[in-house]
């Protein structure tokens, strides 16, 4: 199976319905906010250096999604916050996640000095960890990081 990564545009002109049941599923809203924050504007991947990217497999099926926003725990516009990051079950352990979370490191090294992200999961930390992101957990917000 083959992936390609591509940024998206468009949240509307995808269909990602699935990752948001799954993800509801597995007890996170984080996906639906996505789709309600874009719908009313409030965070549409769009200020100088942000980027909604979504990985598609053979059958051009999202297969995974994730974001990059100007932090809004900084007040440094060079901090970044990866968001909304999420790989559908069956796409995991496959490299998807991290072809993903490469895209989005490679496209915020132009903007952003530094990217944050917060998880709560042990899964997500030995993720973050094993692609370069570094545990700190000095802010509450914030549990990795990576400088660019």
Not at 99 to 115: C, N, P, T
Not at 127 to 133: I, L, S, V
Request: hydrophobic content about 35%.
């Amino acid at each position: 199976m083959t992936y390609k990564v591509e940024q998206v545009e468009d949240l509307k002109a995808i269909d990602i319905s699935h990752l948001v049941k799954e993800s509801e599923t597995e007890g996170y809203r984080f996906l639906t906010r996505l789709v309600n924050d874009y719908e009313d504007g409030t965070n549409r991947f769009n200020k100088p250096g942000e980027a909604l990217l979504a990985v598609q497999n053979d059958e051009g099926e999202v297969v995974a999604i994730g974001g990059v926003n100007q932090s809004p725990f900084s007040e440094d516009t060079q901090v970044a916050r990866l968001q909304r990051f999420y790989v559908l079950d069956d796409a995991r352990r496959q490299g998807v996640g991290s072809l993903l979370l490469k895209e989005i490191v490679d496209h915020s090294r132009d903007a952003f000095k530094e990217v944050t992200v917060r998880t709560e999961s042990s899964k997500a930390d030995a993720f973050y960890r094993a692609n370069g992101f570094e545990l700190d957990d000095t802010a509450s917000e914030t549990t990795h990081l990576m400088k660019l």
